[in-house]
């Protein structure tokens, strides 16, 4: 069974950065055929897509967010993280880590759905 | 970006009704590309049907999706009391973005 883990402070200043680990168990990020994203959600309201990272370090940022986010992977952690810089109280949500399916022909696509969340970690941006 | 609009926001029925839940895109979505989600309060969204019409493993015979283009449905056939939550639906598209409703609280009347 596949399980998700989201990791990091709960607190972060202003215009500083927002740092998460994922942690999954169950799988093998290395073994490809999977599309790691973060999602967020502000308090009381939807969901919004920040990106996503393949296994081999392949990224796509939600534009709207493209300038501030990074999101890496750790194999050898069977980890991906993310770090959103220059915080600001609109960043407060609670963030989630989740998995898409990869459908491989001649290059790789998402299929475009999530079949695994994390729990979901607060983040607080306040001094 | 595409944008997903649900209705109504608000949903209220009573346990063995029925309930249909509507998502209507700003622009055509692919069917492959239309998922549904469920959300307890402090919980993750849990996946309920993806490719418009496909039910996600373990998500009982009673949810059930249907639709093409910019109009999908996600509906419950006899809602049980662990049905009541909110629920999104959400695209994956040719940008490349991912994009959620703004969600329909479903609540028992």
């Known amino acids: 069974q596949v399980q998700l883990q989201e990791s990091g402070p709960g607190l972060v200043k202003p215009s500083q950065t927002l740092s998460l680990t994922c942690t999954v168990s169950g799988g093998s990020i290395s073994s490809g055929g999977y599309y790691w994203s973060w999602i967020r959600q502000h308090p009381g309201k939807g969901l919004e897509w920040i990106g996503y990272?393949?296994?081999?370090?392949?990224?796509y940022y939600n534009p709207s967010l493209k300038s501030r986010v990074t999101i890496s992977v750790d194999t050898s952690k069977n980890q991906f993280s993310l770090k959103l810089s220059s915080v600001t109280a609109a960043d407060t949500a609670v963030y989630y880590c989740?998995?898409?399916?990869?459908?491989?022909?001649?290059?790789?696509?998402?299929?475009?759905?999530?079949?695994?969340w994390g729990q979901g970690t607060l983040v607080t941006v306040s001094s | 970006e595409i944008v997903l609009t649900q209705s109504p926001g608000t949903l209220s029925l009573s346990p063995g009704e029925r309930a249909t839940l509507s998502c209507r895109a700003s622009q055509s979505v692919s069917s492959s590309y239309l998922a549904w989600y469920q959300q307890k309060p402090g919980q993750a969204p849990r996946l309920l049907i993806y490719g418009a019409s496909s039910r996600a493993t373990g998500i009982p015979d009673r949810f059930s999706g249907s639709g093409s283009g910019t109009d999908f449905t996600l509906t419950i056939s006899r809602l049980e009391p662990e049905d009541f939550a909110v629920y999104y639906c959400q695209q994956y598209g040719s940008s490349l973005m991912y994009t959620f409703g703004q969600g329909t609280k479903l609540e028992i009347k």
């Open positions: 990272i393949y296994y081999s370090g392949s990224t």
């Open positions: 989740a998995r898409d399916l990869a459908y491989c022909g001649g290059d790789c696509y998402p299929e475009g759905y999530f079949d695994y």
